[in-house]
C-alpha cells in the first residue's frame, strides 16, 4: 500500500524559511507531488520530485531523496498569504496514475 | 477558459438517498480523480480514471461508483450504502504523463441530514 506523513503543524514568522518533511512507503514510486490549499478552497500544484534532488520554483523548493523515501517542502521569505495547509503526494501503482495524499501540514505564518 | 467544474457548490440530501456529482474537464485530461476531505483532514482517493470507459478503485470506494464514458466527465455517486458520506468532495484531472499535476475543481460540500 501507501502511506505518507507530514508534520500536522508548523508556525513560522514572516520572512523566515520553514521547511516542511515528509516520509513516505509505495509500491512502484513515480514521484512526489506539493500542493497547496488554502480554508475552503481547492489544492493547486507546487512542486514535483520524480529524481532525487532540489527542484526550485520561485519562493518554493522541493527535494527527494529516493533511497530514503523522503521528500520535503522548503518556503522561503514566508507571507502572510503562506499560511495554508501544504500536502506531499506520492503516485505509485501500476502506470503511476493512483496518488495518495498525506494528511497535510497546516502553516501559521506570523507577523 | 480551460478548466474543471463541479456542481453544485453544496448539496443537501435525507440520509438513504442516492446523490450523485458532476464533474465536467475541458483541459483534455485523460486522466480524472474523486477525491473525499473530511475536516481537517487530508485527500483521501475515492476513484480513478486513466482513460474513457476505465477507472479503478482508490483506497475508500466502498459506498460510491463512478462512470466514465466521455473524456470531459466523471460523475460521483455518493450511495445509501456510504455510511458517513456528509464531506467535502473534491475532482482532478490531469495529461496522466510526465510530473501528471491534478487540476482542481472547486469542490461540493455535500451535507446528510
Known amino acids: 500500500g501507501q502511506s505518507l506523513e507530514q508534520p500536522s503543524e508548523v508556525t513560522a514568522v514572516e520572512g523566515a524559511i520553514v521547511q516542511i518533511n515528509c516520509t513516505y512507503q509505495?509500491?512502484?514510486?513515480?514521484?512526489l507531488s506539493w500542493y497547496q490549499q488554502h480554508d475552503g478552497g481547492a489544492p493547486t500544484f507546487l512542486s514535483y520530485?520524480?529524481?532525487?534532488g532540489l527542484e526550485e520554483t520561485g519562493r518554493f523548493s522541493s527535494f527527494l531523496s529516493r533511497s530514503d523515501s523522503y521528500g520535503y517542502l522548503l518556503l522561503q521569505e514566508l507571507q502572510m498569504k503562506d499560511s495554508a495547509s501544504y500536502f506531499c503526494a506520492v503516485r505509485g501503482g501500476t502506470g503511476g496514475f493512483k496518488t495518495i495524499f498525506g494528511a497535510g501540514t497546516r502553516l501559521f505564518v506570523k507577523a | 477558459d480551460g478548466g474543471i467544474t463541479q456542481s453544485p457548490k453544496y448539496l443537501f440530501r435525507k440520509e438513504g438517498q442516492n446523490v450523485t456529482l458532476s464533474c465536467e474537464q475541458n483541459l483534455n485530461h485523460d486522466a480524472m480523480y474523486w477525491y473525499r476531505q473530511d475536516p481537517g483532514q487530508g485527500l483521501r482517493l475515492i476513484y480513478y480514471s486513466q482513460i474513457v470507459n476505465d477507472f479503478q478503485k482508490g483506497d475508500i470506494a466502498e459506498g460510491y461508483s463512478v462512470s466514465r464514458e466521455k473524456k470531459e466527465s466523471f460523475p460521483l455517486t455518493v450511495t445509501s450504502a456510504q455510511k458517513n458520506p456528509t464531506a467535502f468532495y473534491l475532482c482532478?484531472?490531469?495529461?496522466?504523463?510526465?510530473?501528471?499535476?491534478?487540476?482542481f475543481g472547486p469542490g461540493t460540500r455535500l451535507t446528510v441530514l
Open positions: 509505495t509500491s512502484g514510486f513515480y514521484g
Open positions: 520530485n520524480a529524481l532525487d
Open positions: 482532478a484531472s490531469s495529461i496522466g504523463s510526465g510530473r501528471n499535476e491534478q487540476f
